[in-house]
């Protein structure tokens, strides 16, 4: 069996969606591909976990290019799952580059990078640091960018912006949405023939922006589908036992991927506040969603088409002034983000990377830039 290493900042015990995006893949890859995963986290303060069956992976006792060359093999392949503030607090981990050209310098194997973050363009106000540090984010996501062989992202803006900040550079850059990390059952029930149940998954600043903030859009999507069940699940949050729209939330806390599939498996609609539109490709919440076939409902007022996604066709504005929806449209909608999942499901991304690291030659539907 092949092996390869990939870096990441955290894996479970830890509740981290990259580290949960990474262990899912790494098993994909094993199964479809019989490529073994080492993983080196690079977060001295991880506490693995020492049962069996976890995967096989280094810590490094810290932050610094000797630590990485001492736990990453150079005779394998390599991939970077990137996230900026997952590697230096301020998101600028100049030591994860270093290391990086070192590794590159004694190395022949491919360097495919993930791109889950690039930086955040955002603006921000002058007395942050995010400020100052824009400029330096950009220049080390270049690069990376220049060091990789690969690249590879959730959305199309984030590949175009990756292309402008290293024009003089013909590295391929892939685009894919993420895939479910809790699961993609092979059959769904019918939409009609499941519990009205509405889950509210996720972090638990987006949860609490749910119940709080977005609580009049929770409860007009409640009545819209005659929810009769709402599941919070997550880490804990000091949730409100009040009623919405009739229903008092059910707290499940944090499930284990066969458990929450099952949960979501017999629901019928997902709600998300905080994650804007134009991020739902690299969303694990709303890729949960649509894998196993429920009606995804945005707190959003507004919407514009991106990455193959459109308000009223694979999502629902809860927001919107004039926000109706039927049972029918519910139904329509769940239909079609679930065929939108599907060009990008687990096996499909896992042969995206494994081509992309030498070990195939069948393309898929990824776009290149």
């Known amino acids: 069996m092949t092996e390869l290493t990939q870096i990441v900042p955290a894996l479970p015990p830890e509740i981290n969606g990259l580290g949960d995006f990474a262990l899912t893949l790494a098993q994909q890859l094993k199964q479809d ?31 610094s290019a000797a630590d990485f060359l001492a736990a990453v093999p150079d005779n394998r392949p390599l991939i970077l799952n990137y996230e900026g503030y997952g590697y230096a607090q301020r998101g600028w981990p100049q030591w994860l580059y270093r290391a990086l050209y070192r590794w590159r310098q004694r ?162 609609a997902g709600f998300i506040s905080f994650i804007a539109p134009d991020y739902l490709a690299k969303s694990g919440v709303f890729a949960a969603y649509a894998a196993h076939g429920l009606t995804p409902i945005l707190s959003a007022c507004q919407a514009e088409p991106a990455d193959g996604l459109v308000p009223g066709h694979h999502y629902w504005l809860a ?15 769940a239909r079609t983000a679930h065929t939108w999942y599907q060009s990008h499901c687990l096996p499909i991304y896992a042969q995206a990377i494994a081509v992309r690291l030498g070990f195939g030659t069948a393309e898929t539907s990824c776009k290149t830039f």
């Open 319 to 333: 927001g919107a002034a004039d926000a109706t929806l039927t049972t029918a449209e519910a139904t329509a909608i």
């Open 33 to 63: 591909w019989s490529l073994s995963t080492q993983f080196v986290v690079t977060n001295p303060n991880w506490v693995g976990n020492s049962q069996s069956g976890s995967p096989p992976s280094r810590r490094l006792a810290q932050r």
């Open 107 to 268: 190395s022949p194997q491919p360097l495919l990078t993930i791109f889950h973050e690039v930086y955040p363009y955002h603006a921000k106000p002058p007395w942050t640091s995010s400020f100052w540090l824009s400029p330096l984010q950009r220049q080390l996501a270049a690069k990376l960018l220049r060091l990789s062989d690969h690249a590879l992202t959730s959305k199309q803006s984030y590949a175009t912006l990756l292309r402008r900040l290293a024009p003089d550079h013909s590295t391929p850059i892939g685009c894919l949405p993420i895939f479910s990390n809790v699961g993609e059952p092979k059959t769904l029930p019918p939409h009609g023939q499941r519990c009205r149940r509405l889950i509210v998954f996720g972090h638990p600043n987006s949860r609490r922006l749910a119940y709080q903030r977005d609580r009049p859009l929770l409860e007009r999507t409640c009545q819209a589908l005659a929810i009769t069940e709402i599941c919070d699940v997550g880490v804990p949050i000091n949730l409100s036992r009040a009623p919405i729209a009739g229903v008092v939330p059910q707290v499940y806390g944090v499930l284990p991927a066969p458990a929450l599939s099952a949960l979501l498996l017999d629901a019928i």
